[in-house]
């Protein structure tokens, strides 16, 4: 079997099994490559009708081409699609002007914490890959959090000859990561394969394109010629800039810019 | 090993204790005027040098070139704050981009224990023989430990890595308390790691002296008559530790003090590149900009980051440099360096910049070419900022002190004769010196404060 294949028959086994295990359970779906790539691989491993909903966790801040391709395809694939938002905090006046690492902890993880408590949801479908970032290569495929969504890395069973232990306590939530052993490439490649759609800011537009989309407010292009999927595949087989290099907003760097800022460094 | 340990011969330690921009005057007067009872009597045994910190004068620059013994080019540290080229970005510079082996790793190879608390640029923690927990900018302790098997001990301390300074900001009566705990815990941490582990360099790092500086040392020289004097006490509760160290030193071992930068009074904060703006070299093309990625290359000479450090928007290097390198850099170098020692203060026509140096002038080593072209030096006073979004030449904030360049200290117990014209990089070589470690071979490279 070749490489692709034998990663996407990984994946969808990864899929059902979750499933089976977990009725309750949701996909976050933020719309980009990788996840565009696991929500394909969702709708095979259960012929085109998912047995449960999409989330999207919006900030408000995302680029209006993820918002068109959202609703376009949302409905092209007859997705049953939640759609949160941390309204209460919006409100209060969080955003990313305001300090980044706030705008992140509120509109991303706490706006996650409320939609798994609302919808009570036991289990959530991530499309993480490990070579994205330096934390993630200790992720696992079956990854629990706590009920303060702590992911204690120290002390996770090992996940030898694909046995995964798929049980989770029940103040727990288990993270599934049908991707995790995917490559940048092999998400492009496997796009290229599947003819699947992506937002077309990953194309090259002007010298420049996003490897990795986001908010508008704290994603940034790099410069690049790669104006088709062929192109992207040849681009990353040589670059050396990492992926995410366009996105200023990881949270440690953001810590450490409110830190410098509180002393007037910034 | 205790059994051998006792017929071996006592080897030379050091325990270096680091003041965050103590400067060698308010050493010199706090001691004469009777405030610092221990540190006087210190310096009765020993000698107290004047020393310069480094160019541009921040402590991330300062520490590391303590740590290495090199020059900003010789460690790749130059400021708190850097930019990639692709994408055209401001990131952090931590200890995975210090490009120079640390005094504790050297230490370490020589078959020396160190214990290293908290001096700045060691996050994340590189490995060490013996303990290193990571100080500013690191984010969460238990990610600034090595080992990290400490770190459940170190909890159990209540250690902090530093101060909250966004409430400070709000009130100087919190910022006090603020200080006072994390000072305690931090004394009582070094006590119990100096009492309970093994080691031959132990290291000490005391941030808060900083932050009371920033914060309160305008009211200390009008002397408040509510903070100035919680200044003085928060100095005598160091001193008091310096006391209690002092019992604990024995023949064998080297006692050194020693800050990073001095202090003095802001007049005012000064938004570099405002004037740039205002001069025509600069340009944005969103207002305001947020990132750098606003200004607008095809009209941009040059553009400052903080403090004081000015890149030329040069073609090949900067993603849509204007200026060709050769001639036409160097005629505008020429320009800039003018222009900027042209800058005034508006509210009293006082000039702002004191000098301009090219970076080849100061710099020397593997990593000058990542240092901005530009290094201006400002009159004590004037704090050089380079937010790109400010829309304002001059202007005050709570922040009351800021770093000056030549007035750090250096003292050595047991040296009965001062040290003239040193500077932060020179403290390694000492360091080895007073451990017997032969520092040949760190030395070559290490002097390199040649251009100083």
């Known amino acids: ?266 | 090993m205790a059994l051998f340990g006792r017929f071996r011969k006592k080897e030379k330690r050091v325990l270096a204790i680091g003041l965050d921009g103590t400067p060698y005057s308010l050493v010199r007067r706090l001691t004469a005027e009777g405030k610092l009872p221990n540190f006087s009597r210190l310096l009765q045994t020993g000698s107290l040098n004047r020393m310069n910190s480094v160019l541009p004068t921040v402590s991330g620059v300062a520490w590391s070139s303590f740590m290495t013994g090199k020059n900003p080019a010789g460690h790749g540290i130059f400021g708190f704050v850097d930019r990639t080229t692709n994408p055209w970005e401001i990131f952090i510079p931590t200890s995975s981009h210090m490009k120079a082996e640390t005094l504790w790793e050297i230490l370490g190879k020589a078959g020396k224990k160190v214990v290293v608390m908290n001096v700045p640029v060691t996050y994340p923690p590189r490995e060490v023989n013996g303990i290193l927990i990571s100080g500013f900018l690191a984010t969460d302790l238990s990610k600034a430990v090595y080992p990290q098997s400490l770190y459940p001990k170190l909890k159990e301390l209540g250690y902090r890595i530093d101060i909250d300074a966004w409430k400070a900001r709000e009130s100087k009566d919190a910022l006090m308390k603020d200080l006072n705990y994390t000072l305690d815990k931090r004394l009582e941490t070094m006590f119990y790691l100096m009492d309970n582990e093994p080691w031959d360099f132990f290291m000490c790092h005391i941030m808060e002296t900083d932050r009371l500086h920033h914060f309160l040392w305008e009211k200390m020289e009008n002397n408040d008559p509510e903070y100035a004097p919680q200044f003085f006490n928060y100095y005598q509760k160091i001193d008091e530790a310096l006391g209690k160290i002092e019992e604990k030193l024995d023949d064998n071992t080297s006692l050194i003090i020693l800050s990073d930068h001095g202090f003095c009074s802001i007049k005012q904060e000064v938004q570099v590149n405002y004037y740039l703006k205002q001069q025509g070299w600069l340009k944005f093309r969103n207002s305001p900009a947020k990132s750098l990625s606003d200004i607008d290359g095809e009209s941009t000479t040059a553009y400052s980051f903080i403090p004081g450090r000015i890149f030329i928007n040069l073609k090949g290097r900067e993603p849509e440099g204007k200026i060709s390198p050769g001639q036409d850099y160097e005629a505008v170098r020429d320009e800039l360096i003018q222009s900027l020692l042209e800058m005034q203060d508006p509210d009293t026509e006082e000039k702002i910049i004191k000098q301009v140096y090219r970076k080849e002038e100061i710099y020397e080593g593997p990593c000058l070419e990542d240092a901005a072209d530009l290094i201006a030096v400002p009159f004590d006073g004037y704090d050089l900022k380079g937010t790109l979004e400010k829309d304002t030449l001059t202007e005050r904030t709570p922040i009351e002190g800021m770093h000056t360049f030549d007035d750090a200290f250096l003292y050595i117990k047991g040296e009965e004769q001062n040290r003239e014209g040193i500077a932060i990089n020179d403290c390694m070589p000492i360091i080895l010196n007073l451990m017997d470690i032969s520092a040949s071979r760190t030395l070559k490279e290490s002097t390199s404060r040649g251009k100083d």
Request: with cysteine.
């Open chain 1, 1 to 266: 079997m070749d490489h692709l294949s034998e990663l996407e028959n990984q994946s969808i086994f990864i899929i059902r099994e979750a499933y089976r295990q977990f009725k309750k359970v949701a996909m976050l779906w933020s719309i980009g490559k990788d996840s565009t790539a696991l929500l394909w691989l969702v709708r095979k491993a259960f012929y085109g009708k998912l047995p449960f909903p999409v989330m999207h966790l919006d900030t408000g801040h995302k680029f209006q081409e993820i918002y068109q391709f959202r609703d376009k395809y949302a409905r092209e694939w007859g997705l049953d699609l939640i759609v949160y938002k941390n309204q209460a905090a919006i409100d209060r006046g969080v955003c990313p002007d305001k300090g980044k690492l706030e705008c992140c902890t509120e509109l991303k993880t706490n706006a996650l914490k409320d939609a798994i408590a609302k919808n009570n949801f036991r289990a959530l479908y991530l499309g993480i890959r490990r070579d994205e970032h330096g934390i993630r290569a200790k992720e696992r495929v079956f990854s629990p959090r706590d009920e303060d969504f702590e992911w204690n890395y120290r002390e996770q069973p090992p996940e030898l000859w694909d046995q995964y232990k798929t049980k989770a306590k029940d103040e727990e939530h288990l993270r599934i990561h049908p991707l995790l052993g995917w490559t940048e490439l092999d998400v492009w490649e496997y796009v290229k394969r599947e003819n699947l759609p992506v937002v077309e800011l990953y194309l090259s537009k002007d010298g420049k394109r996003y490897r990795s989309i986001g908010c508008e407010t704290c994603c940034n292009p790099v410069d690049s010629k790669a104006g088709t999927v062929d192109e992207i595949i040849e681009e990353i087989r040589t670059t050396d800039v990492s992926e995410r290099s366009g996105r200023a907003q990881d949270k440690e760097s953001a810590y450490m810019m409110q830190k410098l800022r509180s002393l007037g460094y910034m």
